[in-house]
Structures are given as C-alpha cells and as structure tokens.
C-alpha cells in the first residue's frame, strides 16, 4: 500500500480565542471544538486475516472543523474569494457559505470577491474587486453559474497574483477550483512561503468530473448526474419510438466517466457506456458496432452513453491545450453518430439516431438539494481551516467525514474509475454491455 503524508502546513501560536461559541464536553448537546490530533483513518479496508494495525501519520488525515483557538484576529481579517475553471452546479453556494460563515460566525467584514478567474489578479485586465457581504450573497445560492465569473489559465502567472495578493493586503484566499487551479493555489502559496507572508490558501475542490484525488465527492457532481439522467430519458424516448432508433448522449469526463457510469447506474435505461478508463473497438466480431447490430436485432432501439474522452485513440491526434493545461479532445460524439451512420447505410439498415450534447446545459444547472447542503458544508470547513491559520489545504469529504488535504496531495495525480472494482461492474451488470468491447 502507498504511503501518503498527509500533513497539513499551519501557521504556529494560534493563541486567537475563536469567536464561535462550542463545547468541550460531550454530554451537553452543544456541538464542540475539533481537536488537531483528531483523525481519520485512510485505508478503511483489511481482511479477515489482519489482526492488528498500527496507524502513522500516513495512515492518517486530520478532521476538519471549527478550532477553539485560531491565528488570525478576525477584526483584522481581509478575505479573498476567487472561482476559476469551466462552470458547474454549486458555485455559488461555496460563495456564499463561505461568506455567511466569514461574516455570521467569525466577524470579518472585509470579503473581497476576485472576478474571472486568477485573471482578476492581474492588472492587465483591470477587472474590478467585488466587495462580498450577507445581502450581496443572500439568494445566490438559487442560481447557476457564479457571481464572481469565471475563466480558465492564468494560474501559472504566480508573482504577479501574489504580488497583487500582498496589495490588496489579503490574509486568506479561498480557491474554488479542479486541478489547475488547485495547482495554481499551490504554487500561490509556496511564493507566499517565499515572501514571508502569513496568507492562509484554502481550496475547494470544484471539478463536475469527480477526478481530483483524496475527495470522495466533488460539489456539483450531484446535480450533473441528475441533469444528464434527464437527457439519457429523453435520448431513450427517441429511440424506443422510432424504428432502429439509436440515442447517444456525450456527458463530461475528460479523463475519468464517473459522471457518465453514476447517470447509468440511475437511469437503467442505457445499453453501452463507453468511458475514458476502458478502451473498446469500433470494428470487428466484438467492436461496438456489430454489438449494436446484434442489440437492434434483438430489441430494436438502442442508448449509447459516452464520456467526452472516451475512444480518444479512435479519433485523429489533437493537438494543443487548452487554457488549463488539458489536452484538447476530439469530438468522440459527433465521431461516433458519424462512425454509426455510415456503418449502417452501408448495410442498408435503417436507423434512426438522434445525438444529445447536454454538457453546457449540466455545467450551467443550480445546485440540487444535496450538492446545496455539501457546498454549504465545504464553504464553513473552508473557513474554519483558514481561520486557524490552515494553509495549502483542500476540504474533503472522505470516508463520509470532512477533513484536510494536502493541496500537494489533491493534485498529484486524477481520479479515475478502476475497472477491476465495484463501480464498473455494477455499470456493466445493469446495462448487459460486453465486459469489453475488443477484438
């Protein structure tokens, strides 16, 4: 088993008694203080065989949660919000949760909003700071989409954020962001670190692909499963009324199909799921295509569900990145109405295809009940963390409890559906796909 340090970086005497009025005690329904020696275990997984474990810091992983003593003075406090990356459900209730409990809890009045993206740190685009209080924020949270705008790239442009960081005279930062811009947090405050400058950074993990690693859930993926649930029953409608109706719906996940292997599992209506972990061929005895035939023949309608990296290795090599470092796609569902269309006519079989792109439509949808509750749950976490003078630390949910990441850790390396395990066997149970779809 690989070894995690899990470690969070603090800054020393936090000798601030917190405003927020908890216990100490277990038995008086008041809820209490987390303590830093308070952990969670990592690997919840042993067999029957194991008959004693020992636990290190690498076994371990420090709970999130309101201290009883802080670092920060929070008459004193100037708070920095900033959303970076493509949009996605939740957006704004991290905003405004953070903000609620800045303001509500821990008395700081000073909120900056920093708009589009790190962009918004940098003169050249001399985009103005929103000031955020209680009645700026109060209903956002019914909306998609952010306040503060967003915008990928420009993370990479440390010394000029952190310059304006020091300007604008900012003792915490929280980062709601996926890879790339927790990966620009990082570097943000490592050149903090280098400057001798006690500025809190604090990520939220905000990636509607699920794929950052250490997070059991990211906001927003929630609600992108309800609204792609919504296209795969219409795609499913189409098909099942008209003659050999065929439905592709194209869902996110650049590099992971959790979105795409959730929607299936909800909907039971899909037959083939084809995502970025499992390869497949298009021709031959067991490509999808003669199984798609032999699907027709037998029930005569078919729902093709795929992620938008799925089958990269069929399409033309792309080139480029794009504003966020990620290798740009090919469009694996135009490709594959027009791979199944041609094979078809060839064939002289009729068909009816209809193709569902509902990606902007997900990303740009309000928060559902359950990612509400989670955004408000991370953005109090958030601000908790950065209080007590927690730095380069991303709030989890992992084995059902809040807890601190290493942002070091987070980005490490992506999240990915491993086909030997539960999840994808399960996809594959419920739609009757083949195991794998190569010759």
């Not at 992108?224 to 065929?246: C, F, L, P």
């Amino acid at each position: 088993m690989q070894k995690f340090d899990f470690t969070i970086p603090a800054f020393e005497e936090r000798s601030v008694q917190s405003p927020v009025s908890l216990s100490e005690r277990n038995d008086d329904y008041i809820a209490n203080y987390v303590e830093d020696n308070e952990r969670i275990i990592y690997n919840i997984e042993t067999t029957r065989d194991e008959r004693s474990i020992s636990f290190t810091q690498t076994d371990l992983i420090e709970k999130a949660g309101p201290r009883e003593k802080i670092y920060f003075n929070p008459d004193l406090v100037h708070a920095g919000i900033v959303t970076c990356g493509g949009l996605c459900p939740g957006l704004n209730n991290v905003i405004r949760a953070i903000v609620m409990c800045l303001w509500y809890q821990y008395g700081v009045k000073r909120i900056s909003g920093i708009q589009y993206g790190y962009r918004g740190f940098l003169e050249k685009f001399s985009l103005p700071v929103m000031q955020l209080r209680p009645e700026k924020v109060r209903d956002i949270h019914t909306r998609g989409g952010t306040i503060l705008g967003s915008s990928r790239g420009y993370g990479d442009f440390v010394a000029e954020i952190v310059d304006s960081v020091e300007k604008m005279n900012l003792d915490m930062l929280f980062t709601i962001g996926g890879d790339g811009t927790q990966k620009g947090a990082l570097n943000i405050s490592r050149e903090l670190e280098k400057r001798n400058l006690k500025i809190a950074v604090v990520g939220v993990p905000k990636t509607i692909d699920n794929d950052l690693s250490f997070v059991q859930k990211s906001f927003g993926f929630e609600s992108a499963v309800s609204e792609a649930v919504k296209a795969v029953a219409g795609a499913h409608t189409e098909a099942e009324n008209a003659i050999n109706g065929i439905g592709i719906v194209k869902v996110m996940g650049r590099e992971s199909g959790f979105i795409a292997a959730h929607t299936a599992l909800a909907n039971n209506d899909v037959n083939y799921v084809l995502i970025p972990e499992v390869p497949f061929d298009l021709d031959g005895e067991n490509g999808l295509l003669r199984h798609l035939e032999k699907r027709l023949e037998r029930r005569h309608h078919a729902v093709i569900l795929v992620a938008e990296g799925a089958g990269q290795e069929l399409l033309a090599a792309s080139c480029g990145v794009d504003a966020s470092g990620n290798k740009k796609l090919g469009d694996i569902g135009i490709f594959l109405k027009d791979k199944i269309s041609e094979y078809f006519r060839k064939k002289q079989i009729e068909i009816n295809l209809k193709y569902i792109d509902p990606s902007y439509i997900i990303r740009s949808t309000p928060a559902n009940p359950n990612d509400s509750i989670y955004c408000a749950r991370l953005g109090t976490n958030a601000v908790h963390a950065a209080m007590a003078g927690k730095t380069e630390v991303l709030i989890s949910l992992f084995n059902n409890h809040f807890v601190h990441i290493p942002i070091s850790l987070a980005v490490s390396r992506k999240n990915r559906i491993d086909p030997d395990r539960e999840l994808w066997c399960d996809v594959v149970m419920v739609t009757g796909q083949p195991r794998l779809m190569k010759n």
